[in-house]
Every structure is written in C-alpha cells, then in structure tokens.
C-alpha cells in the first residue's frame, strides 16, 4: 500500500511539473525581437526579410488572407530580383502541376522561412510600449495572449484602418498621419538634386514596374519621429501622395523589405531603428537582391546593375528620377563629379585642379584613381586593360585615350573607390 502511495504521489507530482512546464511554454511560445501587424504584401515581405536578416519575427494578420484577393501581376521587372523572383518561380512551378494562387505561394514561403512565425485570424486586443519595446495582445484560440517584441512594424494598408491610429501609438495630424523622421513628398521625389537635403541617398526601395510611377523611398519616412523602434510601412508614412500613386503591389513588396532590414538592425546591434547605419541597411537590401532605384536603362541581369545602383546612391553621378534613366552612355564631364569626389575623398581636389580635362578619358580616370588611392597608376592601367571584357563586360573596346562613359565610370569608381561606403545619415549627409 505504502508502495503503491509512492507511486500514486510520483504521478502527481510529475502531472503537475508537466502541467507548470506546459503553461509556461504556452505562455513564452512567441518571443519575436520584430512583431508585424498585416499581412499587406508590405507586410509579409517586412516579416520574411526581417527574419532573414537574423532576428526572430512574428507576423499576425488579423483577416484569413495575405495581400488581399486580387492576383498580383509577375510580370513586371521587380520581379526579376531577390524575394520577388523566390515567390514568382515557386508560384510557376507550382501552378503547372496544380492549380494554386500566388496569396497561397506566398504563405507557403511565410510558413517556410526560419525565424518566422505567422499568426492569420487572430485579432489584436491591444498594444502599450514598455520599457522594453512593445507588448502585443492578441486572441489565440478564444485567450488573451500578451506578446513582447523589441520593434513594431505597422503594416495595415491604410491611414483609417492602421493600428497606430486605432491604438493612439503617435500623434497623428488631421489626415492621420504622423510626423516622420525626414520629411518627404512629390517635389522632393521629382528634384532629388535642387533639395537642400540629400534623401535620394537614403533610399531603401523604389518603384519600378510598368504600371507604377518612378519613385524613390527615403528610409527615414518609414520612422515616426516621436516613438522609438515603431516602423509604418502603409499610405500612414506618406503624406503628400495619394493611394492611387501606390497601387502596385511589387513596389509595397519592395518596400516592405526595406521596412523588415531597418526593423532587424535595432535588435542585431541593440539600438533602435531611428540610429540605424543606412549604408549597412542599405547594403542588406543588395545581399537579398533587392534594389535602390528604378534604372530602367540598365537590366536587372547585368553586371552593372548594382555598381550603378551603389554609385546612384553616392551621389557622384546623377540619375533621371523622372524618367528612370542613368543614360548610360553619356560622357563623363569632370565639373559634374569634382564637388562630390571633394567631399568624398578631400584628396581628389588636388587632382581636380592639376588636371583642367573637362570630359575625361581612360587614361585620366586612371590618374585619379592613382592619384586618390596611393596605387601605381600602371598596375591599375594594367588591371583595367585585363579586366576590360572579361570582369567588367563592357560593350566598348579598351583605349587609354578613349572617352570613358557613364556606366564605365560607374563600375570603375565603384571597384576602386568605393564611394558607396562612406555613410550618411538620414537626411543624406555624408558622416565622418
């Protein structure tokens, strides 16, 4: 009997371990360091770049359905790149054997990404920042569950419907909008070089598809300025535009995977989104094949695309925002470049004032780059004479004397240079 007492005892012991062990898994199921609210394409791609980029994230969609019902278009050359190109294969590959939708594909990748978690039909009860970041409550299976993340991203589709108005997170203007970091809108777009600031700089993703306007997207508009690690990736950022100048779905994808490398930075190097190093988060989004700027005169495919992209964003050469073109094949004009490359490298004023060469060839290219980067000026011309058709691909033939063009300069500086890491910060100014 004592035996069988002992026994009995044992058992309800270990019951009870279980039943304590179970509660407290229940309790600590999700410990996302980046929580994002809907499932908007914006969204979706926030949450899965962000768990690429090493954090642990927790998407909830309320509704039952990704990105809404309306089948996307895949046609388009954003997606020819990186998430975009992941999402349109698989949903290809699948649809010839069984009929499927790309909402469906693309939950299938949601589900299928490490670091992901994804909550659908769950309502969020309330949101209150903590000295730690934020506490997400939310309904699972009939129970309230409260949920701790470090960063918050807003990614409901419009200014009425965002969980920053519903919950009062930020002060919110007439039209439901919150200041931003950096202050953004269509003329700013339009003149990206007359602005006293530099936001082309800073840009994060860019709309790019043949039913979308040419747009580029400063990262600091993605960042209320009064609330630390609060992201908004909705119509709630922008305050100058309409809906109607957003309706493509890739460039909300785009978006989204600017918003989800900035969520990540926070809790990777323990600050907050609003110190992130732009040039690091920028460089995250050409890790994951993502992009800065609708070139339209260059493919996708090219080897030139991202030494462009990189070079765009250093300011040294200009690019047409409103008709997307880098015109690749335009003359390098020393005046045009001095005053960057001055600020850039100090140095360089030198080699500007001894060298009068207003459009510059091969041979004066290689004298600067000698000039600025201590190297022997034969060894680069050597280097360049090798690499002219093989690592560069360039349609031109190699001459010393020849008139070196934009694209050209462009992968040239960027090889030897490296203009691309000097950063900025949000307002697009160089750091020293």
Not at 158 to 182: C, H, M, Q, R, Y
Not at 367 to 386: D, H, M, N, P, Y
């Amino acid at each position: 009997m004592r035996l069988q007492s002992l026994i009995n005892n044992m058992i309800k012991h270990t019951y009870w371990i279980i039943l304590i062990l179970f509660s407290i898994s229940a309790q600590a199921q999700y410990k996302p360091d980046v929580i994002i609210i809907g499932g908007s394409a914006a969204g979706t791609s926030a949450a899965i770049q962000a768990a690429k980029s090493g954090v642990s994230a927790l998407l909830i969609e309320p509704g039952n359905n990704l990105i809404g019902d309306t089948e996307p278009r895949m046609d388009i050359p954003s997606f020819n790149l990186g998430f975009f190109k992941e999402w349109r294969d698989l949903f290809y590959k699948i649809n010839d054997s069984v009929r499927t939708t790309p909402q469906a594909v693309l939950e299938k990748i949601v589900k299928n990404t490490p670091k992901l978690d994804f909550l659908k039909n769950t309502p969020i009860l309330a949101i209150a920042q903590k000295k730690f970041g934020w506490e997400v409550t939310v309904e699972i299976n009939g129970k309230k569950q409260e949920i701790r993340c470090k960063v918050l991203v807003d990614a409901t589709t419009s200014s009425t419907s965002s969980i920053i108005s519903e919950f009062g997170l930020v002060n919110l203007d007439k039209n439901g909008k919150p200041a931003t970091l950096v202050s953004y809108d269509k003329d700013k777009m339009k003149n990206a070089y007359q602005d006293i600031q530099k936001l082309y700089r800073t840009s994060g993703a860019a709309g790019f598809g043949n039913d979308s306007t040419l747009h580029y997207f400063p990262l600091g508009i993605f960042i209320p300025a009064e609330v630390d690690n609060l992201l908004v990736v909705s119509m709630s950022a922008f305050k100058d535009f309409d809906t109607e100048d957003f309706r493509n779905l890739a460039l909300w994808t785009n978006m989204g995977q600017a918003v989800g490398a900035l969520s990540a930075y926070g809790p990777f190097f323990n600050t907050t989104p609003s110190k992130a190093n732009i040039r690091i988060t920028q460089g995250e989004m050409f890790t994951y094949k993502s992009f800065l700027y609708p070139v339209l005169d260059i493919k996708t495919t090219d080897k030139s695309w991202y030494p462009v992209q990189k070079i765009i964003a250093s300011g040294v050469l200009k690019f047409d925002f409103e008709n997307g073109l880098f015109n690749n094949d335009e003359l390098v004009n020393g005046n045009d470049i001095k005053v960057v490359l001055a600020d850039l490298y100090p140095r360089s004023r030198i080699w500007f004032i001894e060298n009068k060469a207003e459009t510059l060839s091969v041979d004066n290219v290689i004298s600067l780059f000698s000039f600025v980067t201590g190297r022997e000026a034969i060894t680069i011309k050597q280097e360049f004479e090798a690499d002219w058709k093989t690592k560069y691909e360039f349609y031109s033939n190699y001459q010393v004397d020849k008139k070196i063009t934009k694209l050209e300069f462009a992968v040239l500086i960027d090889s030897y240079m490296a203009p691309f890491n000097v950063n900025v910060d949000f307002n697009g100014y160089f750091l020293r």
